[in-house]
């Protein structure tokens, strides 16, 4: 490496920066980071990142029956799941994915209400509140560490604490650090429900409605959001020529000269957006006792969901035809800019046959209808548009090359009648006749009673939906043509998913009791969506806008082969036997749940573009160093030739949970139970996707497990009263 003078480009003798070149921030910030721990000039950190785990979970319920007509029963739910990670830099910066704390708190309220109006109708009325609460907070993201070490910024804004990202290439010359702010996404859902259940002669008629309010408050951690500054990764060698404004080494830049470029962003952190949708249904169904073998099940329902809405008006769409940005009750359009889709009717049919008369063979089938509003992904939200959203990347000249202590440049108001859009910045668009994702499901099963406790059944269930969530078009952020900015996210795709179901069902027998389950089904989509699943590297958008069967293939969650076996032998009191036997074996139960499943799948890449598959894929499965062949793929040279999407398919899994219980009597109305239970007993790792890069020194190697997979092991108390 030899140094260069960022203002003359002469090298810099013994590659000593002067201390009149020196920045003071710059050098501040080098001098936090710790000293390293092996040798080497590049990775020679090694941290001993700490994580603790705390979960806290309560539960309440109360039953009281006022008489023999009116009873009710209330339950209340509370967790608090924190996660703390110390990062790479052990708590003094944010750096390292995961780091900083994550805290995950849940409550929920359910009150249930059961009125006898007179001998054949009852009525119930039910109330549910349920808020999620998911914060992610950097390390020491309290402080406003720009202010301690004197970093710049984003022009105007000084209300932020934390730290700017700071970093260069992919992190080797000094680790990333800083933050984008706070993640926090808050859910708030309301319902209301009644319905009033009516039986005359051969019918149970049960009609009613609900109402559902949800309401998000979401604030996006974004990389850009207190501003980004990005050094070069070039290193300057002896007889190469360095730009001016640089020394030829990232850590030297930091310290002594410019960015390479910057990033920023105009949004408000501090009041976020808050956008709120309506789920309302009415129903009627009627099940039918046609005869004493024969039961049929006949409803309709209607469904009305809202687009949501944002509660300051703060979200914004496009007009592909007049390429401008459309705003909430302007133009025609109103709040959501996205049209209500009233045409959610949803018929129900099912039907049960006891075969024999003798209620030991059943036949039952069924099909029916259901909506779902999917909103897209947190990303994909029109909360994340201009005006009220804008990222700017500045390349060169005075607001790229910025000095550490300088600030980077607000980026500019947007004007959505003549949007002239920063580069950095995609336009997400709705379409205004976008419609509600269609479920068709249906299924029929065969079930039959062996003996009076063990039972089996044979079912085939399927589904098909339409209008599925599909991002068509993925956005350019670097263009002049806004029309080319614009990710287009509409609700086009289909899926399909077929299944055969085998459940073996023992129930109590001398103590052993037991459900085992296989599965083979296929499920399968054109969309990939706006969550690929882990084998998609991320891709979310089409191959093709105008032909989305060429994304034809299984769905990220896809899984072909699934076996489970839950099991529970118990021993009793023991009646009978000395007390010396009760004492020591009685009231024991011991539990064990195994599952098996196929692998989940995946696709491989090369470049942006799926791979052609040309040879074998398989090298060795059973040893993730050598689980692909990388011999069998080449870059493809169009959609043609590109293998089918996520047609590879990872390791199988495999776990056995066990716990143990025994219930030891306190008192007349009190008991103790004392229970260890172990998840993943044996320790079977659960391997990861191979990396899927064909670029990638590493492609076809399995190198991660997938989280909080590894054995685990609790104790608990339990009190029963």
């Known amino acids: 490496i ?58 309440a319920r109360i039953d009281h029956r006022f008489n023999e007509d009116h009873t009710i029963f209330g339950r209340v739910s ?29 409550e929920s309220i359910a009150l ?97 409605a609900s109402i559902i309010q949800r309401k998000v408050v979401g604030v996006p951690s974004d990389f850009a959001g207190k501003g980004f500054y990005f050094y070069s990764d070039r290193v300057a060698t002896p007889g190469t020529s360095v730009p001016l404004g640089f020394t030829g080494y990232a850590l030297s830049d930091l310290i002594a000269a410019k960015t390479d470029f910057t990033v920023a962003d105009r949004q408000d952190l ?45 979200l914004a769409n496009y007009d592909p035809i007049t390429e401008t940005l459309v705003l909430p009750n302007e133009g025609g359009v109103g709040r959501s800019t996205v049209d209500t889709d009233w045409n959610n009717f949803a018929p129900r049919i099912g039907v049960a046959i006891d075969l024999t008369g003798e209620n030991r063979t059943v036949l039952r089938g069924g099909y029916g209808i259901f909506y779902s509003l999917d909103r897209g992904g947190v990303e994909n939200q029109l909360t994340k548009n201009p005006p009220f959203f804008v990222q700017q990347f500045i390349f060169g ?55 009076d406790d063990l039972s089996i059944s044979a079912a085939y269930v399927g589904t098909h939906a339409e209008n599925i969530n599909a991002i ?90 699934r076996f489970t076996w839950a099991g529970s032998y118990e021993v009793g009191d023991l009646d009978g036997k000395s007390d010396a036997v009760r004492y020591i074996f009685g009231d024991w139960q011991a539990n064990s749940i195994v599952s098996w499943s196929s692998g989940a799948p995946f696709t491989v890449f090369g470049g942006f573009n799926r791979a052609n598959l040309i040879g074998d894929p398989r090298l060795d499965g059973d040893n993730p160093d050598r689980f692909l062949n990388p011999a069998a793929f080449v870059d493809s040279t169009g959609p043609n030739d590109q293998m089918e999407r996520n047609s590879l398919y990872g390791p199988n899994y495999l776990t056995v ?41 590493n492609f076809g190697r399995i190198l991660n497990t997938i989280q909080s997979t590894e054995r685990q092991i609790q104790l608990g108390v339990r009190f029963i009263f």
């Open 472 to 561: 068509v078009s993925q956005g350019t952020t670097f263009t002049d043509q806004i029309g080319n900015r614009v990710t287009t996210i509409a609700n086009i795709g289909t899926s399909n998913y077929n299944s055969l179901q085998i459940k073996v069902q023992q129930r109590p027998w001398h103590g052993l009791s037991y459900l085992a389950g296989y599965t083979y089904g296929k499920a399968t989509d054109n969309a990939a969506g706006p969550f690929p699943g882990p084998g998609a590297a991320g891709r979310t958008a089409a191959t093709d806008p105008d032909n989305l069967d060429l994304d034809e293939g299984a769905t990220g969650y896809d899984v072909r082969h």
């Open 112 to 208: 249930n209400y059961t009125a006898v109006i007179n001998d054949s109708m009852v009525n119930e009325f039910r109330f549910g509140w349920v808020s999620g609460f998911t914060q992610f907070l950097p390390i020491n993201g309290d402080i406003n560490q720009n202010a301690l070490f004197g970093v710049g910024g984003i022009e105007g804004i000084s209300v932020y604490t934390g730290i700017s990202l700071i970093g260069a290439g992919d992190g080797r010359y000094f680790e990333y650090l800083g933050d984008g702010g706070e993640f926090r996404l808050d859910e708030r859902t309301f319902q209301f429900s009644d319905a009033v259940t009516w039986t005359k002669g051969n019918h149970t008629m049960k009609f009613g």
């Open 2 to 59: 030899q140094l260069v003078n960022p203002n003359t480009g002469e090298p810099l003798r013994n590659n000593v920066i002067p201390s009149s070149l020196l920045n003071p921030t710059g050098l501040a910030l080098a001098n936090a980071y710790p000293l390293p721990t092996r040798g080497g000039v590049l990775r020679n950190f090694e941290p001993n990142r700490l994580r603790v785990n705390s979960f806290d979970d309560l539960d």
């Open 270 to 314: 501090l009041n976020p957006p808050t956008v709120e949708s309506w789920e309302n249904g009415f129903f009627f169904q009627d099940d039918w006792r046609a005869s004493r073998r024969v039961t049929l099940n006949l409803g309709l329902r209607y469904e009305i969901f809202t687009p949501y809405t944002e509660d300051q008006d703060r």
């Open 397 to 451: 000249g005075p607001g790229g090359n910025r000095r550490i202590n300088e600030t980077i440049e607000l980026p500019p108001v947007v004007d959505p009648n003549a949007p002239s859009i920063p580069n950095g910045n995609t336009v997400r668009y709705v379409p205004r006749d976008t419609r509600n994702t269609l479920v068709h499901q249906y299924n029929i099963t065969f079930e039959h009673q062996l003996t």
């Open 657 to 697: 949970d066990a716990s143990l219980f025994r219930r030891v009597g306190l008192t007349e109305n009190l008991d103790v139970e004392f229970r260890i239970e172990a998840f993943n007993l044996f320790n079977t790792p659960q391997y990861g996707t191979p990396v899927i890069f064909r670029g990638d020194g």
């Open 78 to 106: 509370i967790a608090r799941d924190d996660l703390f990670d110390a990062g790479r830099l052990v708590n003094t910066f944010q750096a390292g994915f995961g780091a900083g704390a994550n805290k995950t708190d849940a």
